[in-house]
Each structure stands twice: as C-alpha cells, then as structure tokens.
C-alpha cells in the first residue's frame, strides 16, 4: 500500500530542541579538521543567452494569450525585464558558503527557500509538496518533444542536436516554431520551455538541454519546479566556489531579485500580500532600490517552512541533474552514480514525510539549520554543562 502524505507542521520551540539534539549527537556536516570559511576571489562567468526575441514575442502576444501563459506557467516572463548586474552578481556569489550551502555575512547566513521562490514564481498551477524526481526509465527524447511541441517524429529528429553528453534541440528552432504554430496552447508550452532552457537551466547557450525537457514534460502532472532550480542554483554556486572559477548555470536573474528583495527600505513600499492578484516578482522588478535596508522580506505571507523530510535531518532538492540538500547533513551525488535509483527512491518517498515549522516572527525567513550561528549556541552549552559537572 502506497504511503499517505505526511505534513507535520511544528512548534519553532520543538524545532529548536529537536536541532541542537541532533547537533549533539550527530556533530556536524563538515570533514574533521576542515574548517569552515570565505576563500579568495572566485571568478564567475554569468555569461547569458540574449532574450531578445523572447521579450519581442512576449510583447506582441495579447493580453488572452498572456493569461493562459500566466495561470500555466505563473510570473517566469517577468524574469526577462531583469538585467543581470555581472559586477554584483560577482559580488555576491564570494559570499556563498559551500561547506554549509548558504550565503554567510559576517555573522550572518541567508539562503533562499522553498517558499520564497515560490511565491516569487506565484504559479497556481503547482502543487508546492509534488516534487520533480527524474524518471529511472526516462522516455524517448524524440517522442517527449514530439509531444510538448505538438510536431511529427521527422520534423523533430531533423533539429535534435547532440552536445557533449546530452541531447538538445536549437532555440532557433523553437522560436521560429512559436511564430508559425496554430495551437495558442502549444505556443504556449513551446515559450515557457524556452524559459526554462535558456534562462532557468541555461546549460548550453542557445540550446534547450534534455534535462530540462524531462522536467518540463512533468510540469503537466503539476510537479514544483522550485527545489530543482534552487538545487540547480546551489550546485552551481559551489562548483565555482570550490574551484575557484565557472559559469554559473542557474537562474541569475531569480537568485538577483530574491537578494534584493531584501532590500527593500519597507516604510516607503506598499505591499498587496493579502490581494490572490498581488505578484512580487512584479512589484519587485517594478520597485527601485534603496540604500537602507530591512533585511527581511516583507512581501512573504506569514507561512510555514519545510526544514526537513522524512528520516532525513535535511531538506534533499533533486536538481535534474543529480541531488543536492539545503540544511546540516549534506548530501550531494549524481545520476551517473552506482545505486542512485536507490537513492531517488529514498529522496522521493522522503518528501512525502515533509515537517514544517512555524515562520519565526523577526522575518519571513528562518534562520538556516546548519548555520553557524547553531553550532556555536550548541558547543557553548556542551562547555556550560561540562563545566557544571565539574
């Protein structure tokens, strides 16, 4: 019998009992001996598609066809009115801890969530707690297209593309086909995948990567995309941080707006939370930025937050190309890896045993598990004990 979903939503003093334990008798992610800190200069290349024709398609379309795209896909073409700052993107990826997955500030650590790029995406159609797993038997590449973009088998298998290890098909391909298609549905489809591929996973420039189809061919089923492109995004991060240079292959423009969100001088900035129409990646894109800062996102409604799942004492994101996790015990592999579909197993039934916590009232964020701000409060209070033993 299939196990029942499971969302346990918890007291933050239960939550905070239950993370120093788990400190205590597990220690911490890191390798002994290692030693958790900032390294010198890393150089990322933020290097981009041009979105040129897509923003020209975006803005020919009619309002009928604009809302089809919205309530399918949610709040992605926004995205495309955001300049990536090559020079604070930088800036800000020398801050990203990779030994702890977060961003880390001097004495603090931030990290985007779950909900937050969800409700930065506000898409209707999700369901946020129906996670994307790559499929063990994936199907035929050829017949997936053929199916999202509604063209024969020769027409497809004349325009997939081969690149290093995966196959792809041309985003001049695609864009010529959303001009002509007669199916406003497939036009549709064909523009969202073309976000996906050349701005959310933008692997290859100038080509749609077959990882990314094979997600977006689950979009249907009404899979979160969210923690596979905030995984994305980690995996990224620390890639370039732990050799020193890359390309970062995630969102930019996604991780940019949730960054500067927390920005926002809050006194001066009328939020709509309450409003089901109110968009705040819309608002935020729309909003000029300010030199005082809260350092809190105020356009998040008071909400819980997942911070673990099932047996895990993690949250593990599957990215589309392997796994990552976002809390104290690390753990990243790959799908190319001796008994991974043991482990997507593991992973997939984990988030059906999600537990949640109460959002802490100072913010709309919590305050990462495996921060150091945690481990420190945890051995002051081993040193406190031993010494009262004493």
Not at 351 to 370: C, D, F, N, S, V
Request: with cysteine.
């Amino acid at each position: 019998m299939e196990n029942k979903f499971l969302d346990k939503v918890e007291n933050n003093a239960v939550v905070r009992i239950w993370l120093e334990k788990t400190q205590l008798e597990k220690g911490d992610s890191l390798s002994e001996g290692y030693t958790s800190e900032l390294w010198d200069f890393t150089y990322i290349s933020v290097r981009q598609n041009n979105l040129r024709e897509l923003k020209e398609i975006w803005a020919q379309w009619d309002n009928e066809t604009k809302q089809l795209f919205y309530y399918n896909y949610g709040d992605l073409p926004d995205l495309l009115d955001i300049k990536v700052d090559e020079h604070l993107f930088r800036a800000l990826a020398q801050f990203w801890n990779f030994a702890y997955s977060c961003f880390t500030f001097g004495e603090v650590d931030l990290v985007p969530t779950i909900e937050e790029y969800t409700a930065l995406l506000r898409c209707p159609r999700i369901q946020a707690d129906k996670v994307y797993s790559k499929a063990v038997n994936i199907p035929n590449f050829v017949k997936k297209l053929m199916n999202i973009l509604g063209m024969s088998e020769q027409w497809v298998s004349a325009r997939v593309k081969q690149k290093g290890d995966s196959k792809c098909i041309p985003w001049k391909s695609l864009c010529d086909l959303i001009l002509v298609h007669l199916d406003t549905k497939k036009k549709v489809d064909i523009f969202a995948l073309s976000i996906f591929g050349l701005m959310i996973f933008p692997r290859t420039l100038g080509y749609v990567d077959e990882a990314v189809i094979d997600l977006f061919d689950r979009l249907d089923k009404r899979v979160t995309p969210v923690p596979a492109i905030l995984a994305e995004a980690f995996r990224s991060l620390s890639a370039c941080r732990s050799t020193g240079e890359g390309r970062f292959i995630g969102c930019a423009q996604l991780l940019l707006v949730w960054f500067h969100s927390h920005f926002w001088k809050v006194d001066k900035v009328s939020y709509r939370v309450v409003s089901e129409n109110y968009s705040p990646l819309k608002e935020l894109v729309a909003t000029p930025r300010h030199e005082d800062v809260e350092w809190k996102a105020p356009w998040m409604v008071s909400d819980e937050i997942l911070y673990r799942c099932g047996d895990f004492d993690w949250v593990p994101l599957l990215r589309i190309w392997g796994a990552v996790g976002y809390t104290p015990l690390l753990s990243e592999f790959s799908y190319k890896d001796d008994g991974y579909k043991k482990k997507i197993r593991e992973v997939t039934n984990a988030w059906k045993q999600i537990h949640r916590m109460k959002r802490l009232a100072i913010g709309p964020m919590m305050i990462p598990e495996y921060n150091e701000w945690w481990s420190k409060r945890v051995n002051d209070n081993i040193a406190r004990l031993r010494e009262e033993d004493i």
